[in-house]
């Protein structure tokens, strides 16, 4: 099976996860702190504004805490994406706004967002889909202007650029996630990196039980007096570990290589499919601009989009469609009428993600793009009037 996408872990990550188990520290330690620092230096940040998570999910929750969202208050994302940025919207009370996209490159304009901004907006939450950091830079002047709170959802550009700025700096807050699918795994776990320092520092505290200071053990420290560690307020228990921590610290080194390989693969891919009728792959960066390269798409008519998957998972070729913009789930409030927004439908309906990971050899993609374009080419004898033109 050619897989979607394969976590790139081998002897290193094994030799750093003996190393935890040698020291018996297992928990949050010196491995966790080691690892938030290298995060930090990789970004350009200052060290202590990142705190790793347990997953992406909780570092969504974390973004959105110190925001201090009231009920009505309102959060402007795109409708394309995961779940967990709603939910961790609706958590806290406030009301997630979902905005339209280009069709083609799956990113909000500026213009997308605005039309959705108002009294109640407290925050735009930007997902850099497929790692492209698409207007962000238009889109973050707008929030500095407006004093509205942009939290960057980097989990698909954590080495990706706009000129010399990294994705997930050019906002107030930014959030990573490390699973299994991710560019960089830890097996589980997630990042926050927020920007003013007291804002980092209560994030660190919720995610530490909402202590200000942590208790003595593992740290070589007495308690400070009577009454401490502090609790000023209940946070939860989900900062990350030593053991996921470690080999997070080898996949930051290993990094560049894993980039470059997806850059070379993405390419080929642009290469093997360019000028396949009734196929469209994704539009070129703009000019600075550059990608993690997280995701590979193409877009169909959906009329044989999934005869299409069915021909390429029969060749052993694993791909997904991309499910429902969250505008239409009806987890907020069933008896609303879903928004329209044209864009998220057009690409959704016509949207295929091919395998894309380091492990792929040149043969594998060759595979995937003869197994692609014949399943294409065949569908479009069988069918009339198929279109998949950039236009509604």
Known sequence: ??????????????????????DRRLGNGRRTEAFEAAFAAHLGVPTGHTVFTSSGATALHLAM????????????????????????????GGRPVFCDVDRR?????????????????????????????????????RCRELGVVLI??????LASRVGDRPAGTFGDLAVWSFDAGRVLVTGDGGMVYAKDPERAARTRHLARHGLVRASGFGHGTPPGGPGEPDLPEYGRGI??????????SVQLRRLPEMIERRKEIAGRYDRLLEGTEGLLTPPPLPEGHQSTECLYWVQMDPAIRAGVVADLLA??????SHHAPLHRFPAEDPEEAPATLPSCDWAVDRTVR?????????????????????SVRARHRTEEGLTVKDTP
Not at 1 to 19: H, Y
Not at 315 to 320: D, K, L, N, R
């Open 65 to 92: 805490e110190t925001l201090g969202l009231r009920p009505g208050d309102e959060v402007v994302l795109p409708s394309i994406g995961v779940p967990a940025t709603a939910e961790a919207i609706a958590a806290r």
């Open 152 to 157: 960057e959802d980097g989990s698909c550009s």
């Open 315 to 320: 060749e052993e070729i694993y791909t997904t």
């Open 239 to 248: 900062l990350g570990n030593d053991l996921t921590a470690a080999i997070g």
């Open 105 to 141: 490159g799956l990113n909000p304009s500026l213009e997308d967002i605005e039309v959705h901004l108002g009294d109640r907006t407290r925050a735009v939450l930007l997902l850099h889909y497929g790692g492209r950091a698409g207007d962000v830079v238009r889109i973050a002047a």
């Open 1 to 22: 099976m050619i897989n979607l996408f394969q976590p790139q872990v081998g002897a290193e990550e094994l030799d750093a996860v003996a190393g935890v188990f040698e």
């Open 354 to 374: 091919l395998p894309l990971h380091p492990g792929l050899t040149d043969a594998d993609v060759r595979t995937v793009t003869d197994a692609l374009r014949a």
